[in-house]
Structure formats: C-alpha cells, structure tokens
C-alpha cells in the first residue's frame, strides 16, 4: 500500500473550516484514499474515503487532486468536539474481498479551538 | 452503521497472569478481525490478522504464543495475552469487515486500556 505523509499537528478556530493535507505521490491506480479519526482513548472512526472523485457525506467532504497524488479532508464548520488524530490511509479496496487490514500513519492532531 | 463491541474496556491484571479480550460484531457477520495495539502518544500498530475458522495470521515482530488469537464464529474474536507484564500495558483495539457490500470500511471497537502491574 501507498505511503501518506500528514501534518503533525494543526489548529483550527471553532466554527471554521478544517482542511486537512494527505500527500499520496506513490498511489496505484487501484488504491483508495480513506480517512479515519481517534478521539483520544477511543477506537478509530470511519468519516469517508475515495478513488478519483471528490466525496461528500455527513461528516466531510474529500477533495482528491486530479493526478491523485494529494487529497484534502474538509470539516466545514469545525466543532470543539472534532478534536481528534485524523488518518490518510491509502490501500486497494474494497474491504470485503481484499482482506482489509489498514495500516496507520502518525495522522494529523487536530485541535479545535474556541 | 455496523456496530463492533469490545470487552472488558479497562483491565487490571498482575504481573505473569493472563488477560482474555473480546471482540464481537454485533449486527453484521465478520470473517475477518484485526487486532491493533497503541502506546501512549503513538499510532496503531497492526498486531494480527483473526480468521474465522483458522490460524491468525501476526505481524512481523509479534510474538503468537504471547498473544493467542482466537476466532471461533462470525462474531467474536479473542485476543489473550499470556503471562503479561508490565511492558504489555497498552491500549488494545480491534476492528471487523463484514460480508455485506455496504461495508467498505472498517468497523472499529471502544479499544481495551491493559495495564499491568
């Protein structure tokens, strides 16, 4: 699997936007970029993942560069409780029939401030 | 969403006793587990591969007699690390893929906080 390469840490103001950076220069054609998140002393959290398009849900959207060697995780209204470690992870998917174990980076710490 | 649940989520055990955790999905069936374990300050570290019905599968560096795997139906996977010790305390987490095509992504456990004393 493709190696990511995060921020250590970024603030964000409460109520902004966060944009996250994940660079992926090494990516297949067959790999997807996913993100998770760790709330402090908990399990990881899916929030979404992508091939080529840009991808939205509840949570975030995913912006994926064309030549799919960065891609951007954007909270747009940022809360305190979004406080967390967010991981770009790059693998071939989906999980159900590629065996599915992810393998973590160091991620990006978050911190929302008021 | 699919729901993974992890049991006991805090112990406390002595040195050179052995600690049993479980690992269960709950609406959804798992032939795969993973079990993952995190220092203070650190990332997940992938520990092994749970599959149902046979051998797990470890990670280059751990060791299989320490930390026994055990995936005996869909739902629920064990990990039991045997005669802990103080360097084993950590925070142990699990996470399942399920059958159905609406998965496509991992489900993770609460994670199980080890300590050893």
């Known amino acids: 699997d493709a190696k990511t390469t995060q921020p250590t840490s970024m603030d964000c103001a409460e109520g902004r936007a966060a944009n996250l950076p994940c660079n992926h220069s090494?990516?297949?054609?067959?790999?997807?970029v996913y993100w998770y998140r760790q709330i402090h002393s908990q399990g990881p959290q899916y929030i979404i993942h992508g091939l080529k398009n840009n991808e939205t849900n509840e949570m975030a959207s995913l912006i994926i560069t064309e030549d799919r060697k960065s891609s951007t995780l954007i909270l747009p209204h940022a809360t305190l409780r979004d406080t967390a470690v967010y991981y770009c992870i790059v693998r071939v998917g989906p999980f159900y029939n590629q065996g599915g174990k992810l393998i973590f980076g160091q991620g990006t710490e978050l911190s929302v401030k008021p | 969403g699919a729901v993974v649940s992890q049991h006991p989520s805090r112990v406390i055990c002595k040195s050179g006793t052995s600690v049993k955790i479980e690992c269960r999905s709950l609406?959804?069936?798992?032939?795969?587990m993973f079990w993952y374990r995190q220092f203070p300050k650190q990332s997940l570290m992938l520990m092994a591969t749970?599959?149902?019905?046979?051998?797990?599968?470890?990670e280059q560096g751990v060791e299989k007699d320490k930390f026994l795997i055990n995936h005996a139906s869909l739902t629920l996977s064990t990990l039991t690390v045997t005669s802990a010790h103080p360097e084993d305390s950590s925070f142990y987490i699990c996470s399942a893929n399920g059958f159905s095509q609406a998965n496509t992504e991992a489900f993770f456990g609460q994670g199980t906080r080890l300590t050893v004393v």
């Open positions: 609406d959804f069936q798992a032939t795969t």
């Open positions: 090494t990516i297949s054609g067959n790999e997807y």
């Open positions: 749970s599959n149902e019905g046979s051998k797990a599968t470890y």
